[in-house]
């Protein structure tokens, strides 16, 4: 499995998602993205817990950003490579990297 981070535009660590390229012989080619969540204060997240318990809903919605410039772009291409290269036979050579 390889593993790559793309950091956001705004520099903030907290705003980062891994990816994490697996090429399972059951389930197939995929790429798993794990976005890291902000870590509230107690009260901040105690405060969200109770308004998420009662239904309460932003108008907005409960979403953070993660700002994408061209710098990312080679990582995001990486993404379709992996998921589009051709499936191999075995004995066969991957020319695609
Ligand atoms: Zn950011």
Do not use: T
Request: charged share 30%; net charge negative; hydrophobic share 35%.
């Amino acid at each position: 499995m390889k593993d790559e981070i793309l950091i956001c535009d705004c520099s903030s660590a907290e705003h980062q998602m891994v990816l994490r390229f697996d090429d399972d012989k059951d389930l197939g080619r995929m790429v798993y993205v794990e976005i890291h969540l902000v870590n509230k204060r107690w009260y901040e997240r105690l405060w969200m817990g109770i308004k998420y318990i009662f239904g309460y809903k932003c108008c907005y919605g409960n979403f953070e950003e993660m700002i994408l410039s061209p710098k990312h772009a080679r990582q995001i291409y990486d993404i379709y490579r992996f998921l589009n290269r051709p499936n191999l036979e075995k004995g066969q050579q991957d020319d695609s990297n």
